[in-house]
Each structure stands twice: as structure tokens, then as C-alpha cells.
């Protein structure tokens, strides 16, 4: 795989601000910068699961309340709703 390199420029302030954080942790400033990007990469399809799985809720109780003679009469879709929460809690990053 070839290297590819990125130019990301940051004022003066910021920098030192990097460079303190970086040598803090014990890692060079790529080490941390590239750790840091990958690190909030990596949150965002658990953040996308976490508010799927909260409008799943949210819906689910709002026509529970709404109509709850509804809810007996549709265990397959009960069935669906939890195995959708199933997976999304083992695998976050399948929503994305």
C-alpha cells in the first residue's frame, strides 16, 4: 500500500499544542495525529448505532403508548426491531 501523506496546517498555538499533547502521551506528532483522526473515525459508526438504536426505542415506546393493541398483533415485527438492535449492539460499524 503506498504512503500517502496529508498537509494539514495548524497556527502556531495549535501546533504547540499537539506537540505538547503528543509528547505528553509519549508518541511523535504523526503517531498522535494519525492516531487522534483514526480514533474519531472509528466513533462514528458507534454514534450512528447508539442513535439508531435510540429512535428505535423512542419509536417503539411512542406507538406502544399510541396504540398498544398493536403491539401484540405484530410479534414478527417485535421479532425484526430486536434482531436489527442485535446486530447494531454487536456491530456498529455495519450501520455505516
Known amino acids: 500500500m503506498a504512503d500517502k501523506a496529508?498537509?494539514?496546517p495548524f497556527d502556531p498555538a495549535e501546533?504547540?499544542?499537539v506537540k505538547r499533547a503528543a509528547h505528553d502521551k509519549g508518541v511523535s506528532v504523526r503517531a498522535f495525529i494519525h492516531d487522534a483522526a483514526l480514533g474519531v473515525a472509528d466513533q462514528l459508526p458507534e454514534q450512528f448505532?447508539?442513535?439508531?438504536?435510540?429512535?428505535?426505542?423512542?419509536?417503539?415506546?411512542a406507538f406502544d403508548h399510541l396504540a398498544p393493541e398493536d403491539r401484540a398483533g405484530t410479534p414478527h415485527l417485535r421479532a425484526a426491531e430486536q434482531r436489527a438492535a442485535q446486530a447494531?449492539?454487536?456491530?456498529?460499524?455495519?450501520?455505516?
Open 15 to 17: 501546533l504547540e499544542r
Open 6 to 8: 496529508m498537509n494539514i
Open 88 to 96: 447494531l449492539a454487536k456491530d456498529p460499524g455495519a450501520a455505516a
Open 49 to 61: 448505532a447508539a442513535a439508531g438504536l435510540a429512535a428505535l426505542d423512542f419509536t417503539g415506546d
